[in-house]
């Protein structure tokens, strides 16, 4: 059972920086990836980024440029480093994973519904 705690989410103006973090545990899978991703109010869930388990990463158009996915595997944790924010980056961020063979198969936004575990969320909330 594959277990997911994000962290970090707050309240900031726009151009702002927030990191987010998630710490996963119970963790079987050989070869996985972990990825984030939001939702606002009214809207479907959307993937934002993700990692496969050597480090390649993948981002939505909207955030490339500003947002910065990485790992620390001692630790099973991801982070979202998320710079220049902007209103619209307002939403529910939500850490999920997925088992995988592929690495390109990570990317959170063509295969956001192969991802099968996910966190709770923590809110961003980005002011004009």
């Known amino acids: 059972q594959v277990r997911l705690a994000e962290s970090g989410g707050g309240s900031v103006q726009a151009g702002g920086s927030l990191r987010l973090s998630c710490a996963a545990s119970?963790?079987?899978?050989?070869?996985?990836?972990m990825g984030w991703f939001r939702q606002a109010p009214g809207k479907e869930r959307e993937g934002v980024a993700a990692i496969s388990r050597v480090g390649s990463t993948f981002y939505a158009d909207a955030v490339k440029g500003r947002f910065t996915i990485s790992q620390d595997d001692a630790k099973n944790t991801i982070f979202l480093q998320m710079n220049g924010l902007k209103p619209e980056d307002t939403g529910l961020y939500y850490c999920?994973?997925?088992?995988?063979?592929?690495?390109?198969?990570?990317?959170?936004?063509?295969?956001?519904?192969?991802?099968?575990?996910w966190g709770q969320g923590t809110q961003v909330t980005v002011s004009s």
């Open positions: 999920a994973a997925q088992p995988v063979m592929q690495p390109p198969r990570c990317e959170p936004v063509r295969y956001r519904d192969n991802y099968n575990s």
């Open positions: 119970g963790y079987t899978y050989e070869r996985y990836c």
